[in-house]
């Protein structure tokens, strides 16, 4: 089972939240919404992709590239913890 499947109910309720986000951005411009609340709605847009793209990297590199089928050498797994930790500190 792929880590989009396990989580999918999850991931489905994350992406609906920023499609409302990108709603609220969107009725902010059709409004003529001051330049400072869009600009923090579509920051707040962005942070959201970015932990949710963070998260799909996370599950990829836990599902697929250290496949749980297969042993996983210390040394790979203390590698793969590593990447994670970076991609977490740069999307988030």
């Known amino acids: 089972?792929?880590?989009?499947?396990?989580?999918?109910?999850?991931?489905?309720?994350r992406i609906r939240r920023i499609k409302g986000q990108a709603d609220a951005i969107e009725r902010?411009?059709?409004?003529?919404?001051?330049?400072?609340?869009?600009?923090q709605l579509v920051a707040s847009c962005r942070g959201a992709l970015n932990g949710l793209m963070a998260e799909l990297?996370?599950?990829h590199v836990r599902f697929?590239?250290?496949?749980?089928e297969q042993k996983t050498l210390p040394s790979q797994?203390?590698?793969a913890e590593d990447l994670?930790?970076?991609v977490k500190r740069y999307f988030v």
């Open 1 to 13: 089972m792929s880590h989009t499947t396990k989580d999918k109910k999850k991931m489905l309720s």
């Open 28 to 39: 902010a411009l059709e409004g003529d919404g001051a330049c400072e609340d869009v600009l």
């Open 57 to 59: 990297i996370e599950g």
């Open 64 to 68: 697929h590239v250290l496949s749980p």
């Open 77 to 79: 797994l203390e590698a």
């Open 84 to 86: 994670i930790s970076v």
